[in-house]
């Protein structure tokens, strides 16, 4: 069945907002898929597809009470403290829009509608940009936002449109560089983003070409150098797309949310997109370098016994009840049980509050080629966006 509109997946979001992120994606799954039945029986009968799906919604009942009764299921007592916090929050996976499945991107996007982002108001957002982009005319701060919401509302042809005339736009304005160190910012975030449409309507060459250009105008980019990475890897250039990644690993303007450069990275590796390059030594180091001064001296990853003993110095308290989970998931993981494995994982972030560094040890361990066989299961996912410090 063909994707739900922007207004359902705003009303999903906001029945589960303030949930954590492991059940609020569960419960946003179990949601759409009720929906889409409802819509399929609704249309078996002979109603329109578009008036199927705005009775299957109206079916479920408001968001707000539907919010109100998950959070009250989940927290009990607490129930609204989330909810006034769920109110008050931006939530980060809307601030920067993260595929990672079938693909890894994270789109950097700040913006002065951000709190409409966070809810998915894109109907507000868009006519207003597309109000002031008339009484301004052409302008490439303007084109490339308007570009992000239709890209986040997944109309991707308008998308297309308007970043792509913020690429012009900033090819006219850009100076010309005095050297090839020389990094132009505006035009680089503008071929990226431009990128990211062209990769998800298919059109891969056309994408690569647009990173290519891209690191023309700055080829220390931590997010271009990143895509880049991950165009060589799927072509089987493995050396070269760990060159991108190291270069990944130097840009000190690009922080990602909560995510420093590091971590960005950690949770780039985790992904399936990366296990042809698990076997290189340099995976290894490249990955003990994003995970920074936590890694200390740690062995290479083929070490196992080892990392894990640094880690539980390093750790402190935390690392013991860590690491102990963290042997169950791989015995279980051994057994076939994912199941377990999952459960088990994700027990070792329960303390995760008390100790910051325990997310960024199991994206750490998880790049692993121990875990591989867990790569292609949606929990996965899952996992390491929890680990990563997800709301």
């Not at 207003?128 to 490439?140: Q, T």
């Not at 690191?215 to 220390?220: E, T």
């Not at 840009?251 to 450069?261: A, I, L, M, Q, S």
């Not at 390093?314 to 377990?340: H, M, P």
Request: hydrophobic letters at 40%; charged letters at 25%.
């Amino acid at each position: 069945m063909a994707r739900l509109t922007p207004e359902t997946e705003r009303f999903l979001r906001k029945a589960v907002a303030g949930l954590p992120f492991l059940k609020r994606s569960e419960a946003i799954d179990e949601l759409r898929t009720h929906i889409k039945d409802g819509i399929e029986h609704r249309v078996a009968q002979g109603s329109a597809p578009t008036v199927a799906e705005q009775e299957a919604v109206d079916a479920i009942g408001d968001a707000a009470a539907l919010n109100r009764g998950l959070l009250r299921a989940h927290f009990g007592r607490k129930w609204l403290l989330h909810y006034l916090y769920s109110k008050l929050s931006w939530w980060l996976p809307e601030l920067w829009h993260i595929q990672l499945r079938p693909k890894f991107m994270i789109w950097k996007h700040t913006s002065k509608y951000s709190h409409q982002y966070a809810e998915g108001r894109y109907d507000e957002i868009i006519p207003r940009l597309e109000r002031e982009l008339a009484a301004r005319g052409p302008n490439d701060d303007i084109h490339h936002e308007l570009g992000l919401a239709y890209n986040a509302s997944g109309d991707y042809e308008r998308a297309l449109t308007h970043l792509q005339a913020a690429v012009d736009l900033c090819k006219v304005h850009a100076k010309p560089k005095s050297s090839p160190e020389d990094r132009d910012f505006g035009l680089s975030i503008a071929y990226s983003s431009l990128a990211g449409v062209l990769d998800r309507l298919g059109r891969r060459d056309e994408a690569m070409s647009a990173v290519r250009s891209g690191l023309v105008a700055d080829g220390r980019s931590s997010m271009l150098n990143l895509q880049q990475a991950r165009f060589l890897v799927e072509r089987g250039y493995i050396s070269e797309a760990l060159d991108h990644l190291e270069v990944s690993l130097n840009d000190p303007t690009t922080v990602v949310g909560k995510f420093d450069r590091g971590e960005t990275v950690l949770l780039v590796l985790s992904t399936d997109t990366y296990d042809p390059a698990r076997k290189d030594p340099r995976f290894s180091t490249l990955v003990q370098r994003a995970y920074g001064e936590l890694a200390g001296t740690l062995e290479p990853m083929a070490g196992d016994v080892e990392v894990e003993k640094a880690l539980q110095e390093c750790l402190g308290e935390n690392g013991e009840n860590f690491l102990l989970n963290y042997q169950q998931a791989k015995c279980c993981l051994e057994r076939g049980d994912f199941d377990s494995t999952f459960q088990y994982l994700e027990a070792s972030l329960s303390d995760k509050v008390s100790s910051v560094d325990l997310g960024k040890t199991l994206l750490f361990l998880l790049t692993s080629h121990v875990f591989d066989p867990l790569r292609d299961d949606p929990r996965f996912d899952h996992l390491l966006m929890y680990a990563s410090h997800w709301p």
